[in-house]
C-alpha cells in the first residue's frame, strides 16, 4: 500500500541498527497481513532512549522492537510490564496502547488515530522463547541436561542465561567483558535455580552448546567474543552466534573449521519478530514469507 494520511507506523531501535534486517521481514509480514503500516529502523543513542521512547508513543506509533544496547535499559522505562519482561528482566518489544471510555486498555492498533486521548507503554520479551526454539531447530539439539558456555551477560546474555536454566541445562559457564556483570548474573541464576551448576569461569571439561550473546563480529574488525587461549572450540560440539550479519561471522568459521555444528542468529531474529507482531497485530504472523524476506535480505545482498 501506499504511504498516506492514514499509515500507522512501528520501529527497531538500536546503536548501531545500520545492520538490521528486522524492516525487510516486518514490513514484508505486515504487507501479508494487508496493513497499512511501515516498519522503520532508527538509530538511537542510548541516552536518547527515553526520549525517543516517549517520541513514539506521542506520535502513536504502533509500537517498537529494541536491539543492542537498549533491552536493560527499556526495562525502566515503560509504564507496564508484561510477566516475560519481569521473568527475564529485559524489554525488547514495545506495544503501545490507547485507553477507553470504559478505562480498559486496548492495543494502539485497533484504536482509531483521533479516538486515542491516552497512551501507555507495555514492554515485553520475545527473544527468550525465540533463541530456544532457534537453537532447536538449526542445531537439532535440546537444552535440556546441556553444558553451556555463554558469551556476554547484558540483555540478550542475561535472557539467554535465564530461559537455558529454565529449560534445564545442567551447567552454565558465563563469560562477560566486565567480570562483575557475570559474576552478578551468576548469582542470580543460582538463587533462581539452586540445583544447576553455573560458574563465571571458562569451563575445563568439555560442553555442548557455545552462544555468542555479545556484539563481538558485527564490525569486520572486531576481536572474537571467545578467548581461544581459555577455550578451545574443539571442547564442544555446536556454536550458536546471535549475530546474523555477517551471516558467518570469524567465530562461526572457526568453529566449522573445529568440526563443530554451526547456527547463526537467524531464525532467532525470526521469531522474536514474529512474536512481536503478534502482539502488536493480535494476529498470526506470516512465518513464511518473514522467513523468506529474511534470507533474501542477508543471504543474497
Keep these: 500500500m501506499p504511504i498516506d494520511a492514514t499509515t500507522r507506523y512501528c520501529a527497531v531501535y538500536g546503536h548501531p541498527i545500520k545492520h538490521s534486517a528486522s524492516p525487510a521481514m516486518q514490513n514484508a509480514g505486515i504487507a501479508a ?44 522505562m515503560c509504564d507496564v510490564l508484561d510477566e516475560s519482561a519481569k521473568i527475564f528482566g529485559a524489554v525488547n518489544t514495545i506495544r503501545f496502547e490507547a485507553k ?86 551468576a548469582e542470580e541464576i543460582r538463587e533462581r535455580f539452586p540445583k544447576l551448576l553455573v560458574k563465571s569461569n571458562y569451563p575445563r571439561a568439555d560442553v555442548d552448546l557455545v552462544v555468542n550473546a555479545t556484539s563481538l563480529g558485527l564490525k569486520a574488525d572486531d576481536t572474537s567474543p571467545l578467548d581461544g587461549t581459555d577455550f578451545s572450540l574443539e571442547k564442544t560440539h555446536a556454536v550458536y552466534d546471535m549475530i546474523y550479519r555477517p551471516a558467518e561471522t570469524p567465530l562461526l568459521a572457526a568453529a566449522k573449521k573445529a568440526g563443530c555444528r554451526t547456527a547463526n542468529g537467524l531464525g532467532m531474529l525470526l521469531y522474536q519478530g514474529a512474536k512481536a507482531l503478534e502482539i502488536w497485530t493480535g494476529k498470526p504472523a506470516p512465518i513464511e514469507i518473514m522467513r523468506r524476506a529474511l534470507e533474501q535480505n542477508v543471504y543474497e545482498k
Excluded at 49 to 63: D, H, N, P, Q, R
Excluded at 131 to 136: E, G, K, L, N, R
Aim: with cysteine.
Design 100 to 185: 477507553t471510555r470504559s478505562s480498559k486498555w486496548l492495543p494502539i492498533a485497533q484504536v482509531p488515530p483521533d479516538k486515542i486521548f491516552e497512551v501507555r507503554s507495555h514492554g515485553f520479551n520475545t527473544d527468550a522463547d525465540a533463541i530456544s526454539q532457534s537453537i532447536h531447530e538449526d542445531l537439532k539439539m535440546k537444552i535440556r541436561g546441556a553444558r553451556i558456555l555463554l558469551l556476554g551477560a547484558g540483555g540478550a546474555g542475561r535472557v539467554a542465561a535465564l530461559k537455558f536454566a529454565g529449560e534445564g541445562a545442567s551447567a552454565l559457564f558465563l563469560i562477560n567483558r566486565t567480570q562483575t556483570r557475570a559474576d552478578k548474573l
Design 33 to 76: 497481513l494487508g496493513l497499512n503500516w511501515r516498519y522503520l529502523a532508527c538509530e538511537v543513542h542510548p541516552e536518547f532512549l527515553s526520549s525517543a521512547i516517549a517520541g513514539a508513543k506521542a506520535m502513536k506509533f504502533v509500537g517498537l522492537n529494541l536491539t543492542v544496547p537498549h533491552k536493560l535499559l527499556a526495562l525502566e
